[in-house]
């Protein structure tokens, strides 16, 4: 993009920003939840839009001079109809977690009884943890992977939910590697006369492009972020069953929040038009496959993949298994130019600042066009810079392939073609 102006007014800003784009060009982001958008995208975000106000609805506003923002509105809810094949979508949650509390407005009380996936299992915070607003508005109870297969037992699911009887039952997850079974959730809930809640924000790219099955036509009521594999600016969207629309309409409005961001929800039309192109379904298949080579590859290097493996974009590895904390394998990594997130495992017996896993996922490279043969080699690096991680000069000499391999596959300024 051209930043002339900001380059005058701001030159303090603009170095900044130059260094953020120099590292994003040179280093590898391998955090689940970070991706590359277009240059379009960009540039709706950077629009006259931003300037106005528009509290309420298309056709439905507190402010007037709205009838062009209507439309803009509009075509994003109709292209994630479209996406999702959903009754009835609401595209002005501003982030992931308000678009969660605001689901929760819609459907139940405060005190009300949840049941959601517990965090060190591979659920969000926003699922019901005590220090998030959840835990402390609503009465969770939680549910675990299963101890040795580290994933989810709906057998147990029922049992608890049975025992339990919650209002609502919520389905999704931030570090859980598997596919969901929405039909067994949705069994569950009906027996037991709850709510179905998914939660999609990691996986709603993959879902889009029918590469995971998919709980819109199913469930109640589906949040979803609408950056991570969807590939959208950061943002969220409500979609729910056309009985349920009025009520999760005024929970977002007036009730969670006021205008949205229209120069936002513009960016998100972009990004869901991008979606529906043949193209993105062979950039989610990509990104399944080369999650699957990264687990492979590491499991045959000594390392424990919690689950065993991955049905989508990220994998959680118990770095245990190669004698550090999470931490200090995200240090160690950051050192040679890749980016991941530490995380806790089922069960952890370390504290969440500092716990025994390490999240990795693979959206961004994959938007950079990487492929098996990549993967290959960065498993390779990372594990090189594991077992030499007290050696400051083969550290540099890895820093140094990362970054070549980063400037062979640059990020795309269009995601019209996937090579």
């Given at each position: ?162 025992r339990e009887k919650p209002k609502m039952i919520v389905a999704g997850y931030s570090a859980y590697s598997r596919e969901i079974e929405w039909e067994e959730f949705k069994k569950i809930a009906d027996e037991v006369g709850a709510y179905t809640f998914a939660d999609i924000a990691h996986t709603a790219g ?214």
């Open positions: 993009m051209d930043y002339k102006n900001l380059t005058l007014e701001d030159p303090e800003l603009m170095r900044i920003i130059d260094s953020e784009s120099k590292r994003q060009a040179e280093e590898m982001e391998m955090i689940a939840s970070e991706n590359y958008v277009s240059k379009s995208v960009l540039e709706a975000m950077a629009t006259v839009l931003t300037n106005k106000y528009s509290e309420g609805y298309p056709g439905k506003r507190y402010y007037g001079g709205n009838q062009i923002i209507d439309e803009v509105e509009s075509l994003a809810i109709e292209r994630a109809k479209e996406l999702f094949s959903a009754e009835h979508v609401n595209v002005q949650p501003l982030s992931g977690s308000p678009a969660n509390a605001a689901v929760y407005f819609a459907f139940i009380k405060p005190g009300d009884k949840v049941l959601g996936l517990k965090l060190d299992h591979g659920g969000h915070l926003s699922h019901g943890h005590p220090i998030n607003f959840s835990g402390m508005l609503y009465d969770f109870v939680q549910y675990e992977v299963n101890a040795k297969t580290e994933k989810i037992d709906m057998e147990e699911v029922k049992k608890i939910a049975l993959l879902i889009a492009a029918g590469e995971m099955n998919n709980p819109v036509p199913l469930f109640d009521v589906v949040s979803t972020t609408t950056h991570k594999t969807l590939r959208g600016p950061r943002g969220a969207m409500i979609m729910c069953k056309k009985e349920y629309a009025k009520q999760v309409d005024r929970a977002v409005f007036p009730g969670m929040q006021g205008g949205p961001h229209d120069h936002i929800n513009a960016a998100k039309a972009v990004a869901f038009k991008e979606a529906l192109e043949d193209n993105f379904k062979d950039y989610a298949k990509q990104t399944i496959k080369n999650a699957k080579v990264l687990a492979s590859e590491l499991t045959a290097k000594g390392y424990k993949i919690i689950s065993g493996g991955t049905d989508n974009h990220l994998l959680v590895v118990d770095m245990t298994s190669k004698n550090l904390t999470g931490k200090e394998a995200e240090t160690i990594l950051d050192r040679i130019g890749i980016s991941v997130s530490r995380s806790t495992i089922p069960n952890d017996p370390n504290p969440p600042m500092n716990p025994s896993g390490v999240r990795f996922g693979t959206p961004a490279i994959t938007t950079r066009g990487m492929k098996e043969d990549e993967i290959k080699r960065i498993a390779a690096w990372i594990d090189s810079a594991i077992a030499n991680k007290q050696k400051i000069e083969v550290l540099e000499s890895i820093r140094g392939e990362v970054k070549k391999l980063c400037l062979e596959f640059p990020i795309p300024d269009s995601f019209c073609h996937f090579d």
